[in-house]
């Protein structure tokens, strides 16, 4: 199981790595990208749609697919209609807006009989906030720039390698050195001395993200360029990411727990499903959105 572990992890890193450095050579930016995340909102929606059917929950399944697949498209109409007269972050906005109003049209098209409304309509806005919403400050960070796009692969190596980096040194010190659970109910396996490790881990991830591959991916295109984040900005970074991203993967461990499952799913054998792999990035997502649009880093 663990050469499997190492196999496929690798595999998917460098197909992952393979697909950013074809992205950031596009004319357009997200072109390459754009398919992996429509397909990784899909998966993820089937996995959030099974988990909820393990418990005899059913939300409205066809809007939670369309709905999640339009978030992820709706990040890149800017690209598409440059004079578009609404803010980038508008149309995931008005995307989800919309879902909602399908949540209701689908409840109104099959009831039957008071009881469960309210529960499926909430089942069918969680699925589409968990996964879309989150799913969409992903998109936004690879549209970070000007013009569009121009930050944007190292925004996104900047939120994988905090949050991957944090994961690994969790892990590690946990099984070296982890004494003290950190949540007992919701994961055992994690402590509080794997926590700082991956806190640790996650801000040396952060410096080689923002201070070394960051100038790098940048300062071609832009020569005399200088970084405008704060000073030590890459250290704050890594240790909210990294947070968030570690509150990520236990806010995935509470939704399973209560719904009596281990995995999202079983496809991947040692990982799971795509949650079980997006759960912290998802999580994380926003406030690496946060620190880069308000200026805590960025170049």
Known sequence: ?????????????????????????????GIWLLPLAVVAALLASQETLSLLAARGLHPAAWVVYLGNAALVLSNYVPLLWPRAPM?????????????VVLAFVAELARYERPGAVME???LTVFSLAYVGVLLSFVCQLRMLGEPPGRLGIAALASLVIVVKMCDTG???????????????????????EG???????????AWFALEWLTPRLIAPANEGAAA????????????????????????????????????SSTWMPGFGGVLDLLDSILYAAPVAYLCWALGLVGY
């Open 87 to 99: 803010d980038p972050l508008g149309w995931p906005l008005a995307a989800f807006g919309l879902g």
């Open 1 to 29: 199981m663990l050469r499997w572990r190492l196999t496929l992890g690798a595999a998917l890193i460098a197909g992952l790595i393979a697909l950013c450095w074809l992205d950031a050579r596009a004319a357009m930016p």
């Open 120 to 122: 499926r309509l909430g």
């Open 228 to 263: 405008d984040g704060l000073e030590f900005g890459w250290l704050a970074f890594g240790v909210v990411v990294g947070i968030a991203g570690m509150l990520g993967d236990l806010a995935e461990s509470l939704i399973k727990r209560d719904l009596g499952r281990k995995d």
């Open 170 to 192: 969790a892990y590690t010190v946990g099984r070296l050195i982890g004494r003290h659970k950190l949540a007992p109910t919701l994961s055992p396996g994690k402590t509080i």
């Open 195 to 205: 926590a700082v490790g991956g806190i640790a881990a996650a801000c040396l991830g």
